[in-house]
């Protein structure tokens, strides 16, 4: 029990240190990739609002993942229920959606902005202006989190199964093992019986 709760636990962790890597690195891209437009189009770019706005974002990105996460474990498919499973991941959707949207606009505020120059940002001017943005791009991320899931767990399963068919197999065969080795002591019984008598004559 307590190595099982160990397990599960460390699991957790692997999950949080992988998650924040990859925010990370999707937070390294999307700063690159607005570097490059600034030097296309001949803009100045300021880093350090630059890198704290993306930083931000994609680390708001992965805390409500990791909730959405938490809530696909909780709300899994099961047969003859993919409409209601549907259902209650869509408006779950919004949802999460919603809190991304406002945590985003929240972490974001009062940052210079990038790309006007010279402008505070406000979280009421970011949800104003952004939140469709924040809204589509998390419900495409939340259904990516949720399919991700799924495929997960059905491969756990699925892996779970193999083990417990090639123990049972193993078990088997040893079975088996056994059962000849026993013939094969039966069938030498007699014999030894009979030289044991022929010896003592």
Known sequence: MVTSLNQRTRQRWILVGCLFALCSFLAGLSVLQTYIYHQGSGQPTLWGPLVRQEFKDWYASGITSLGAIWFASRIRLQPNRTRRWLS???????????????STAWLVAGEPSVMHPGQILTFSHLIRTWWLHYVVAYLIMYW?????????????????????TAELLRDRMLMFGDSRRRVRLSQHEP?????????RA
């Not at 991941?89 to 991304?100: D, Q, R």
């Not at 014999?191 to 010896?199: D, N, V």
């Open 191 to 199: 014999q030894e019986a009979e030289r044991q008598r022929q010896g």
């Open 88 to 102: 209650i991941h869509g408006a779950a959707a919004l949802v999460f959606a919603g809190i991304y949207a406002v």
């Open 144 to 164: 990516i989190v949720v399919l991700g899931h799924l495929g997960w767990h059905s491969y756990c399963r699925n892996r779970e199964r193999e083990l417990e």
